[in-house]
């Protein structure tokens, strides 16, 4: 298990607890995080579960792949270190991550 805290744009915290081998997105959905729309169901085909992990978490990720490289092109996300949560698989390392989330996912 690991615990990931969300930060909503206005600033409100959700913290649950993921399953190692689930996605951040489906950790975020099956605890009705706000702010994480997941309108494609975790298929990297919308850009609808954008996050910002804290800088500290970055290289503990995992590389981005050329489709969610392509799909973050598409949302034109001008934040940098933006992630699709929907690529990134829960780990035990990743106990204690911290993202935050846009104002919108649309």
């Known amino acids: 298990m690991a615990r990931i805290t969300f930060i909503e ?42 996050i910002y992990p804290e800088p500290a978490w970055q290289d503990r990720l995992g590389e981005i792949t050329k489709i969610e490289a392509e799909m973050l092109d598409f949302s034109e996300d001008p934040e940098v270190g933006v992630r699709l949560s929907c690529r990134i698989m829960v780990t035990e390392e990743l106990d204690g991550l911290v993202v935050r989330m846009p104002e919108t996912q649309h």
Not at 19 to 40: F, L, P, Y
């Open 9 to 50: 744009a206005d600033g409100g915290l959700t913290v649950v607890e993921a399953r190692s081998g689930q996605t951040v997105m489906e950790a975020a959905v099956k605890n009705d995080v706000r702010g994480i729309a997941a309108d494609c169901g975790g298929n990297c085909a919308c850009g609808t579960c954008r």
